[in-house]
T-cell receptor
Framework: GEDVEQSLFLSVREGDSSVINCTYT??????LYWYKQEPGAGLQLLTY?????DMKQDQRLTVLLNKKDKHLSLRIADTQTGDSAIYFC?????????FGAGTRLFVKA | GAVVSQHPSRVICKSGTSVKIECRSL??????MFWYRQFPKQSLMLMAT?????????EQGVEKDKFLINHASLTLSTLTVTSAHPEDSSFYIC????????????FGPGTRLTVT
């Protein structure tokens, strides 16, 4: 079946850029999402990209999509302590949305 | 816009009792609502998909008689955990997809269920 993989942890210093990577298997994925989850809370949609795009920028967030390699990344510029959370990659290729296991981002002051 | 609420946010119940969790789309109509379960430090596991006015579609391994889902209107879906057991303790999250037919899903804040 479809699979979405992410590394489990990422640690960065405040002010540095964070890059969270995701790979997926379903080549028919049309929408690719990044969600943020803070402790004890639900998921917040951060940004998304259509499969016919290579890049999308939204303020401090940059999403890069390499469709050939089925690789998606989220770059957070000038990472702040408030960015500490779990980031989920999700891909939708039809009716279902498949989530990765989430990357826990630690931001050191 | 696109706000989804859940109630309650936390619930503690005794083993053998039933618990109902509500999911509401506050400012849009949701043709489809999804119920997820999340174990500590793990990703979301899709339990079921419900379309307004029809029976929910359950994922493999999810007991439909234990997790009753009702999607009676375009703004409300409920999940009832029947005869709850400690192993049902988890974080339950709903999400909703709007009428426009887009694939964006908006998530509720989640409900933490603890069964003692």
């Amino acid at each position: 079946g479809e699979d979405v993989e992410q590394s489990l942890f990422l640690s960065v210093r405040e002010g540095d850029s964070s890059v969270i990577n995701c790979t997926y298997t379903d080549s028919s994925s049309t929408y690719l999402y990044w969600y943020k989850q803070e402790p004890g809370a639900g998921l917040q949609l951060l940004t998304y990209i259509f499969s016919n795009m290579d890049m999308k920028q939204d303020q401090r967030l940059t999403v890069l999509l390499n469709k050939k390699d089925k690789h998606l990344s989220l770059r957070i510029a000038d990472t702040q302590t408030g960015d500490s959370a779990i980031y989920f990659c999700a891909v939708a290729g039809g009716f279902k949305t498949i989530f990765g296991a989430g990357t826990r981002l630690f931001v050191k002051a | 816009g696109a706000v989804v609420s859940q109630h309650p946010s936390r619930v503690i119940c005794k083993s053998g009792t039933s618990v109902k969790i509500e999911c509401r789309s506050l400012d849009f109509q949701a043709t489809t609502m999804f119920w997820y379960r999340q174990f500590p430090k793990q990703s979301l596991m899709l339990m079921a998909t419900s379309n307004e006015g029809s029976k929910a579609t359950y994922e493999q391994g999810v007991e439909k008689d234990k997790f009753l889902i009702n999607h009676a209107s375009l703004t409300l879906s409920t999940l009832t955990v029947t005869s709850a057991h400690p192993e049902d303790s988890s974080f339950y999250i709903c999400s909703a997809r709007g009428l426009a037919g887009g694939t964006e899903q908006y998530f509720g804040p989640g409900t933490r269920l603890t069964v003692t």
